[in-house]
């Protein structure tokens, strides 16, 4: 087991470096001058090169590059070109939006998706499986942004239950701070959930007709405890790959979503910062959602390993 | 059992949610404004930066300068009580206001003014309007209420150009954190700002002018058009002073909660052709795209028709304009004569470059399919900000494009050696250095029609509208700034009517 866990921190340190070369060196290379954007077209040239200067850009690229990752020990991750401050207290903020609502989508996710896909396959073939069926094509086929779209018009400006958008903070106390949350939640959990519940579906599917199942059911134990002891268990392998990589969309809908409801997060944040081409930001950025996608795989790795314990010996 | 508890407290928090969503929304006090705007400042300094949406939220609020530009366009003494002119146009005497103070309690003297101007101009300066200090030679300060400019020649746009946000006074101490915590002399002090949400200012009580009418302004930064449509219909906001979607307008204008104003900006949408590169070269070649341009279907496609067209490099607005537009009319036949006399009878094809705003897309949609009609295949590409800057502004490196330029009072950058477009045209340089010497309100005015002819005639881009300042907000407020002379939301007059 602790081999296991060694090699795949191995991969996942090395991926992380891969990450960090290109997205610095690309960004790099892309057309567009920070310092001209941020004085536009009446300046003189002195004024720019002072500029360019103070934002260190007369520096080579490769020191420029060791600089950034010798930062990542030090926590000090370099300056925004636009904003002026340390990237890090940039990111501070945002990331107390956008990790809670994350969380959020995915609590709503399973707690719609799992028992759904469940109930569809333990009755399958009936109106319930149909609904389900039914519903997760819906899901599935409706963008986020024109489901956050609809939920304002009908939730917000029809009956004003809620604010269009905007986050008042934590300070303003946690179910305030929730209620801003939970539109913006909803619109991205919907179409997870159509896929966690399809894939729940035909997981439990499988491991209904599994040898196990009919033991358990042959020992008398009931059609429900045997489904929600049992086989959800069993089924839930797949299940969890799915939600690792759906981790992935979850960050993307989350740029488009907090645009919607105007939330000051991480999607926001790179959202104006590619707009304004401020590369210390992007690339930042951009190593924060790598490195969360890759813990949250090598979190998915190591529960397959908890799981089924078969998997303990690779 | 442990799953009827989990399922009562998820049930109790529901509750709770449902109950605060049930509570209605606190009543808007009368004494606070809440204003939304589409772009987050990069940060609240006029002084360093070009950004309008800086300016959106600082100028005249939380930063004065010697002057300041009012609604009507026009320059008028701010922290300057009075200023008194040499009769050869070089030397400026400010007498300067007394008792003002910033928002941390430093008197503003004339060494504060000194000191503002000297740092707007000196060599290490990052100041994007350093070109409206260049005419400047000397400043003394003789007295603690009097700043002494003298001019190294006449600048008749000088006063003006003090005006601007460019030129704002700050103080030695707070300057270089002006960025985050901007300290001025404004009828409101920065309070506080929650990046990527909002921007909080509160009523300065020590201010030298007329007491604000708000006791709170906050701003609220909501780029997306949809969502701006939300937070006004829902109160969230209470003004948008540019609604980023024209085409909505109709719906607040059948809401008897809000007042649709539209007026004008400095903003000319214009379409730049590269006079250096062929087939631009040929002023026949120019004149035919123009009369292929139906200014009218640009107008309604971009902005839904609130928009004013334009036949010169001048906004409608002010009283020196000349209505141009019938110098090339829209006229798809002669557009294609000339074209044939140019020896293009069959047209040829052209890369069109349109930056990433709305209505510079739409424009080159409806653009690309106007020329077409004449027989010139256009290529649309769109780059983004900073690459349109680099590629097309500074190198020059393109065919065509549409942008809006919107700084105030620009129409002598085509008289630049280095102006993108390559118009070169000695007579333009020498109507551009009349306009800046003279000091006569009337040949001002004479050379400011002249110009806009000359480049009606000679196009080196074709003019096409005038971006529209379209707001939406409560029909409770008044006060509010109806034109966008400069990028600005001066709240100093503005309230909630009684």
Redesign the interface.
């Known amino acids: 087991m602790v081999r296991f866990v060694i090699s795949r921190l191995f991969g996942l340190v090395a991926t992380l470096f891969a990450t960090a070369a290109v997205a610095f060196f690309l960004l790099e290379v892309i057309p567009g001058d920070p310092a001209l954007d941020m004085l536009g077209t009446e300046v003189r040239e002195d004024t720019l090169a002072a500029l360019r200067v103070q934002l260190g850009l007369d520096r080579p690229l490769w020191l420029r590059f060791l600089q950034w990752i010798g930062g990542f020990f030090t926590g000090d991750l370099g300056m925004s070109y636009r904003y002026r401050v340390p990237v890090s207290e940039l990111i501070a903020d945002p990331l107390r939006v956008t990790l809670p609502l994350g969380l959020f989508a995915i609590v709503i996710t399973v707690a719609i998706a799992l028992p759904l896909g469940a109930l569809a396959a333990r009755y399958r073939g009936k109106a319930l499986d149909v609904f389900v069926t039914l519903l997760s094509q819906i899901g599935l086929a409706i963008p986020n942004f024109w489901f956050a779209v609809l939920l304002t018009l009908v939730f917000s400006i029809n009956l004003g239950w809620f604010a269009a958008g905007g986050f008042p903070g934590w300070s303003a106390g946690f179910f305030e701070a929730l209620k801003a949350l939970l539109l913006p939640a909803l619109s991205l959990a919907l179409p997870q959930a159509a896929i966690i519940a399809r894939v729940t579906r035909s997981a439990v599917l499988e491991v209904l007709d599994a040898d196990f199942a009919r033991t358990a059911r042959a020992k008398g134990l009931t059609r429900n405890a045997t489904l929600w002891k049992h086989v959800l268990r069993n089924a839930m392998i797949p299940v969890v790959t799915v939600m690792g990589t759906q981790f992935t969309f979850l960050l993307a809908g989350s740029i488009i979503v907090e645009n919607v409801f105007y939330l000051p997060g991480l999607g926001r944040l790179i959202f104006q910062a590619i707009t304004q081409r401020d590369l210390v930001v992007i690339r930042n950025v951009v190593m924060l959602i790598a490195g969360l996608i890759m813990v949250m795989n090598f979190l998915v790795d190591i529960s397959y390993a908890i799981l089924n314990p078969r998997l303990r010996q690779r | 059992m442990a799953g009827s508890k989990m399922l009562n407290a998820a049930l109790l928090a529901l509750l709770?949610?449902a109950v605060?969503?049930?509570m209605p929304?606190l009543a808007q006090t009368k004494d606070t404004i809440t204003l939304g705007v589409s772009v987050?400042p990069?940060?609240l300094d006029p002084s360093s930066?070009?950004?309008g949406s800086i300016r959106e939220v600082v100028y005249a609020n939380v930063f004065e300068g010697l002057m300041l530009i009012g609604s009507d366009g026009k320059e008028y003494p701010a922290l300057a009580e009075k200023v008194d002119m040499s009769p050869n146009g070089k030397t400026y005497t400010f007498t300067l206001r007394k008792g003002v103070t910033f928002h941390d309690g430093t008197p503003f003297t004339s060494a504060t003014a000194k000191f503002s101007l000297d740092r707007a101009r000196g060599?290490?300066?990052?100041?994007?309007?350093?070109?409206l200090f260049e005419p400047i030679d000397t400043i003394d300060t003789p007295a603690v209420d009097r700043l002494v400019v003298t001019l190294k020649q006449p600048a008749s746009s000088f006063l003006y150009n003090m005006g601007s946000a460019d030129a704002i006074m700050v103080a030695p101490a707070t300057a270089d954190n002006a960025?985050?915590v901007p300290v001025g002399t404004g009828p409101f002090k920065f309070d506080r700002w929650?990046?990527?949400?909002?921007i909080e200012l509160s009523r300065y009580e020590k201010y030298w002018g007329k007491r604000a009418n708000f006791s709170k302004v906050t701003f609220?930064?909501?780029?997306?058009a949809?969502?701006q449509v939300?937070?006004l219909?829902?109160g969230?906001v209470d003004a948008f002073p540019v609604m980023g979607a024209p085409e909505l307008l109709n719906e607040f204008k059948a809401d008897p909660r809000f007042q649709v104003v539209v007026g004008q900006t400095q903003g000319e949408v214009i379409l730049p052709m590269n006079n250096r590169r062929k087939p631009f070269s040929d002023i026949r070649v120019r004149r035919a795209v123009c009369m292929a341009m139906d200014r009218k279907a640009i107008n309604d496609g971009a902005v839904a028709g609130y928009g004013t067209p334009i036949g010169s490099h001048f906004p409608p607005g002010d009283p020196d304009y000349l209505d141009l537009t019938g110098i090339l009319p829209y006229n798809v036949n002669k557009a294609k004569a000339l074209l044939a006399e140019a020896g293009l009878a069959s047209g040829f094809t052209t890369k069109l470059i349109l930056p990433?705003f709305p209505y510079t897309r739409r424009s080159g949609e409806i653009i690309q399919a106007l020329l077409a009609e004449v027989g010139i295949k256009a290529d649309l590409e769109v780059y983004?900000?900073?690459?349109w800057?680099?590629?097309v502004?500074?190198e020059a490196n393109f065919d065509m494009t549409v942008i809006g330029q919107t700084?105030p009072r620009d129409i002598d950058v085509y008289a630049r050696d280095d102006w993108y477009m390559g118009y070169g045209r000695p007579e333009f340089r020498a109507l551009a250095k009349d306009l800046s010497e003279t000091a006569s309100p009337t040949r001002r005015s004479e050379v400011l029609k002249a110009m806009q002819r000359m480049l009606a005639e000679d196009v080196p881009a074709c003019y096409l509208f005038q971006l529209p300042k379209t707001g939406v907000w409560s029909s409770k407020l008044q006060g509010l700034w109806k034109d966008s002379p400069v990028q600005a939301n001066d709240l100093t007059k503005a309230s909630w009517k009684p």
């Open positions: 709770a949610m605060s969503a049930a929304a987050e990069p940060h930066h070009v950004a060599p290490n300066s990052v100041n994007a309007g350093k070109r960025k985050q929650a990046r990527g949400d909002r609220r930064i909501i780029p997306d949809q969502a939300a937070a219909k829902t969230d990433p983004q900000g900073p690459q800057l680099s590629q502004f500074r700084e």
